[in-house]
């Protein structure tokens, strides 16, 4: 299974960013992301479909809400597996 998280600056822009993806009915969770990811300050970000993140990544660029990093999380066997995913 794939889905996309985006990471924000801080948890508040994390909440700020999954009220406003609410009322456009875009559906998404707030976790916790590995520590070995090499995050410094925030390390929590929103999951959603993966289908939904480059629509969450223009919105968040046009609500000026500050992202950190993007990944695409694939599940395996073995664990989560986290690839790099191009804010632009």
């Not at 600056?9 to 998404?28: E, N, Q």
């Not at 990944?71 to 804010?87: I, P, R």
Request: charge should be positive; proline fraction near 1%; hydrophobic fraction near 35%.
């Amino acid at each position: 299974m794939e889905k996309g998280i985006v990471v924000y600056s801080s948890i508040s822009v994390v909440h700020r960013a999954r009220k406003l993806l609410k009322k456009k009915h875009v559906a998404t969770h707030v976790v916790q992301l590995p520590s070995d990811l090499g995050l410094k300050g925030c390390s929590y970000g929103l999951e959603c479909a993966l289908e939904d993140m480059d629509g969450i990544l223009a919105y968040s660029h046009e609500k000026n809400l500050n992202m950190k990093a993007a990944y695409k999380m694939t599940e395996t066997e073995s664990g989560k597996v986290y690839t790099a995913y191009d804010l632009s």
